[in-house]
């Protein structure tokens, strides 16, 4: 009996020991479990904040993507504007040069017309006369006659040497009919005493203007619609009136030649206004 009561003993007690070591075999798989749940755990929510950031970073190359393509939609657009802007300014240049070219044409026509114009009034009237004088101001032609030859002092009455060189004038706008021409009456500055006809020196630069006018068109056969008359008096004096011969100066008649003066300026004014568009 002791002897199996011994043997129980000796199973029970080897039993548990074997039980003992099972169980610490059984806590440290657990541990190791646990440890490798934490180590997964942990790698789990490393990969998803790695995720978020990738997604985060997705959805902003996305976008980065879209802005880039609307922008080089835009700067197609632009390059397309900018091309055409250019091309209408080379038009515009272009068309800008081609005004002045006109321009500048008209000028030099304008300028040839008028040094024909002297050529042919200083080889008409000629140059020898120290009472006649042809010169160009500004592209207008002037004839510039001294009263001594036109007039008698005071008088109004044109003499017949003047007619001899209101003759050649006559002739040289008979030759162009499209000119304009305009007679002006100068006197100097000493007060005109007055009568009956005439009440001072802006009468008499009228009346000698008038009587020019009236040769070159009845006697001479000068169209009157090419022709102005026109009384500027003692204020356009050429010197000083402070000396007898300074005052002969001043006393003259000038004709002022306008070889279509009137339509260049309107050309030349035209273009202008073009170019300043």
């Not at 074997?18 to 075999?25: D, R």
């Not at 646990?34 to 998803?48: E, G, I, V």
């Not at 922008?71 to 657009?77: A, I, V, Y």
């Not at 030859?149 to 003759?167: N, P, R, W």
């Given at each position: 009996?002791?002897?199996v009561?011994?043997?129980?003993?000796?199973?029970?007690?080897?039993?548990?020991?074997?039980?003992?070591?099972?169980?610490?075999?059984?806590?440290?798989?657990?541990?190791?479990c646990?440890?490798?749940?934490?180590?997964?755990?942990?790698?789990?929510?490393?990969c998803?904040?790695?995720?978020?950031?990738?997604?985060?970073?997705?959805?902003?190359?996305?976008?980065?993507?879209?802005?880039?393509?609307?922008?080089?939609?835009?700067?197609?657009?632009?390059?397309?504007?900018?091309?055409?802007?250019?091309?209408?300014?080379?038009?515009?240049?272009?068309?800008?040069?081609?005004?002045?070219?006109?321009?500048?044409?008209?000028?030099?026509k304008?300028?040839?017309?008028?040094?024909?114009?002297?050529?042919?009034?200083?080889?008409?009237?000629?140059?020898?006369?120290?009472?006649?004088?042809?010169?160009?101001?500004?592209?207008?032609?002037?004839?510039?006659?001294?009263?001594?030859?036109?007039?008698?002092?005071?008088?109004?009455?044109?003499?017949?040497?003047?007619?001899?060189?209101?003759?050649?004038?006559?002739?040289?706008?008979?030759?162009?009919?499209?000119?304009?021409?305009?007679?002006e009456?100068?006197?100097?500055?000493?007060?005109?005493?007055?009568?009956?006809?005439?009440?001072?020196?802006?009468?008499?630069?009228?009346?000698?203007?008038?009587?020019?006018?009236?040769?070159?068109?009845?006697?001479?056969?000068?169209?009157?619609?090419?022709?102005?008359?026109?009384?500027?008096?003692?204020?356009?004096?050429?010197?000083?009136n402070?000396?007898?011969?300074?005052?002969?100066?001043?006393?003259?008649?000038?004709?002022?030649?306008?070889?279509?003066?009137?339509?260049?300026?309107?050309?030349?004014?035209?273009?202008?206004?073009?170019?300043?568009?």
């Amino acid at each position: 009996m002791r002897k199996v009561l011994f043997l129980s003993l000796a199973a029970l007690t080897l039993a548990s020991c074997g039980s003992k070591k099972k169980i610490a075999e059984l806590e440290q798989k657990n541990k190791e479990c646990q440890d490798l749940l934490n180590s997964t755990t942990m790698k789990l929510n490393l990969c998803l904040t790695e995720k978020d950031a990738l997604s985060q970073q997705n959805e902003y190359l996305k976008k980065n993507n879209s802005d880039l393509i609307n922008s080089s939609k835009e700067l197609t657009m632009l390059t397309t504007k900018g091309a055409e802007n250019l091309q209408r300014s080379l038009e515009s240049l272009k068309e800008k040069d081609l005004k002045i070219n006109r321009l500048q044409d008209a000028l030099t026509k304008k300028d040839s017309v008028t040094l024909a114009l002297v050529t042919s009034l200083k080889k008409n009237v000629g140059l020898d006369d120290q009472d006649v004088n042809i010169s160009v101001e500004k592209g207008v032609v002037f004839i510039n006659i001294s009263d001594k030859m036109l007039f008698k002092s005071g008088s109004y009455v044109v003499t017949d040497k003047a007619k001899s060189v209101l003759d050649k004038v006559a002739k040289v706008i008979n030759d162009k009919p499209d000119f304009e021409c305009m007679v002006e009456g100068h006197t100097d500055n000493v007060p005109f005493t007055g009568n009956a006809i005439l009440l001072d020196n802006w009468d008499l630069s009228v009346k000698r203007a008038t009587a020019i006018v009236r040769v070159l068109t009845k006697d001479l056969g000068v169209n009157p619609k090419q022709i102005i008359a026109a009384g500027r008096s003692e204020y356009i004096p050429l010197v000083d009136n402070n000396t007898a011969e300074n005052r002969a100066t001043n006393r003259r008649t000038r004709i002022v030649i306008l070889p279509k003066i009137d339509q260049f300026y309107d050309m030349i004014e035209k273009e202008m206004k073009n170019l300043s568009k």
